[in-house]
């Protein structure tokens, strides 16, 4: 008998063999990879912004409207500073006419002193002339005739000359003119400082020369009736 032929038959073993969905696998592993981040992150979003949707959608009408200001409050604040500015500017004013009523009355208490030492030095008397139009104070030399002032004082800004009182008579020429003698002497008399509605009374007596501010035109009488 001549030889015998034996086959051999190896069973296939899976995936030895590339086939076309095994190829593509990888590429498909890749893609999940970069994809589900992406769709997860979009999704996340997504909910973020249906929450914010019904939070804001749960705000009652009352207060979806006190998120801004209406017109009405805002003019009710306009107001309101208007008050304020108003107040402020008062008080400001009444410390400042206090103020320069006060400048003015040591403006005039040295006018005074000056016209007393002036007539005790020279043992010559003095003519004080109060001037109510320009608000000035003039001392001159009673003995010359000359116009040439001694001394001169303004008054400040805004502050004007009222009424001028002496002893038993009230002084209603524009000039008001008296003599302090040698010995630096002269009659008690009374001058009103004004400014705007607030005025204010300075007595200056004749002897001592010693000023005295006043409030009222009473008191001002019971000093000159003395």
């Known amino acids: 008998p001549g030889p015998t ?12 063999v590339p ?27 997504k909910t973020e912004t249906s929450r914010v949707n019904r939070w804001t959608a749960m ?58 030492r002036d007539a005790s030095r020279s043992r010559e008397a003095v003519l004080a002339i109060i001037r109510r139009g320009t608000n000035e104070l003039v001392l001159r030399n009673a003995a010359e005739r000359s116009s040439r002032a ?28 008296f003599t302090l003698s040698d010995r630096g002497r002269s009659p008690t008399y009374a001058v009103e400082l004004r400014r705007g509605a607030m005025s204010r009374w300075i007595v200056i007596l004749g002897i001592s020369g010693q000023v005295i501010p006043m409030q009222s035109e009473d008191e001002v009488d019971a000093i000159l009736s003395l």
């Open 150 to 177: 001694r001394a001169q004082y303004r008054l400040p800004r805004n502050v004007e000359i009222g009424d001028i009182r002496m002893p038993r008579k009230s002084l209603t020429a524009r000039d008001v003119t």
């Open 19 to 45: 086939t076309s969905t095994s190829a593509r696998a990888p590429r498909n592993r890749t893609k999940s990879f970069l994809w589900e981040p992406m769709v997860a992150k979009v999704a996340k979003a």
């Open 59 to 116: 705000l009652r009408p009352e207060e979806s409207q006190r998120a801004a200001f209406t017109l009405i409050e805002l003019m009710v604040v306009v107001v309101i500073l208007g008050l304020i500015t108003a107040l402020a500017s008062l008080s400001l004013g009444g410390v400042m006419d206090r103020y320069q009523l006060g400048r003015a009355a040591e403006t005039l208490e040295a006018f005074d002193s000056q016209g007393r």
């Open 5 to 16: 032929a034996i086959s051999i038959r190896f069973p296939s073993i899976p995936g030895n």
